[in-house]
């Protein structure tokens, strides 16, 4: 009965403050059948059909069915690699980076069958956390800091050639990046970026210029040692964004664990109803009034209809740590641990 009442007061809260007539929605999970054991931290999904993912022991999945088959494989030469970020355009060209000490990043245009290198750093602490385009040209890739400035590389011609970004402000000592699901960088058309650093402090690194310039500000996010702090950022524009996160090896603490911001980044707001316990993926679902955020982490799923400012009970589902929505849809994929990959369905529940 207790947690009967307090679902209700959740719900009821968020509805006042959002002033929604839709009243909430149910999280359905449908697992899929990879047949691959890895720890999945990287996904991208091109459509409904096309779906990439990659992971541990250097591998890489394809799906062209919507999930109902998938290509396994291993880039060949990196099976020690960790892939945990990716990025694809269609079914047959994706780049992946990995976090060995190499930091390589490999580029195929057959759909897997060959992997061309397009990037190798061997500077001593580099380690790729996220990859994430704006379009089909621009794209960034963040590496964790090197001797206290964040490591940021941009590519202006679909992945082929990259180059580091300069004047970077620097961090504090153990303020560093998460490379839990492949989205502590966002970049938006307008060369918009939001960084998102853990550990000692918990800040987003913010450009409107395409990382000319620079602001940082404090999420509000718990921090202070090298399990806390924020995990995943995304802007459904160029102004509203929301950051989740937490303590991973603690994910039931769930005091200050995500926050919004209306203006780009430069301030954040904790939001007033937390998601449940630590989140390590947030991204946007729908459109329009339909439109709604959606964070997972090890332990289960929450969901928002107001930006980010009050958090609703998703589902229990276990052991994913990353998602990524079907462009345009309350429909998506999640990924995690032994190779788990399931399909989201988001449904509206009416009265």
């Not at 580091?164 to 970049?187: L, Q, W």
Request: hydrophobic share 40%.
């Amino acid at each position: 009965m207790k947690h009967i009442t307090v679902y209700f007061i959740i719900l009821v809260a968020a509805l006042l403050f959002t002033g929604c007539a839709e009243k909430s929605y149910q999280i359905v999970f449908e697992e899929l059948n990879t047949g691959s054991d890895a720890s999945i931290r990287a996904l991208h999904v091109v459509d409904e059909n096309v779906v990439w993912a990659s992971g541990s022991g250097g591998t890489f999945l394809l799906t062209r069915d919507g999930g109902q088959t998938w290509l396994v494989d291993t880039v060949q030469g990196a099976s020690g690699d960790d892939f945990r970020n990716i990025h694809a355009w269609n079914d047959t060209e994706a780049i992946l980076f990995g976090i060995g000490k190499a930091g390589r990043a490999y580029y195929t245009d057959d759909a897997g069958k060959s992997w061309i290198p397009v990037y190798e750093n061997n500077t001593n602490g580099i380690f790729f956390n996220s990859l994430v385009f704006a379009d089909v040209m621009n794209g960034l890739a963040l590496s964790d800091p090197i001797d206290n400035t964040p490591f940021l590389i941009i590519t202006e011609d679909g992945g082929k050639t990259w180059k580091p970004v300069a004047s970077m402000p620097r961090v504090m000592d153990g303020e560093y990046n998460f490379a839990a699901s492949n989205s502590c960088v966002d970049y938006h058309p307008s060369g918009h970026i939001c960084i998102i650093t853990g550990g000692t402090a918990a800040r987003a690194i913010v450009s409107f210029d395409n990382g000319e310039t620079w602001q940082v500000s404090e999420t509000g996010l718990v921090n202070g040692n090298p399990s806390s702090g924020n995990f995943s950022v995304s802007f459904y524009d160029d102004r509203n964004g929301i950051v989740v996160g937490g303590t991973y090896d603690n994910p039931s603490l769930n005091e200050n664990i995500a926050a919004w911001s209306s203006d780009g980044g430069k301030n954040w707001n904790l939001s007033v109803i937390m998601p449940r316990e630590y989140r390590s993926s947030v991204i946007w679902m729908g459109k329009g009034r339909r439109r709604l955020a959606f964070a997972i982490g090890k332990t289960g799923c929450d969901y928002s209809i107001d930006y980010g400012h009050t958090w609703l009970a998703g589902t229990d589902d276990k052991d994913y740590y990353t998602a990524r929505a079907i462009p345009g849809t309350l429909s998506g994929f999640a990924a995690g641990a032994d190779g788990k990959i399931a399909r989201i369905r988001v449904e509206l529940l009416k009265r």
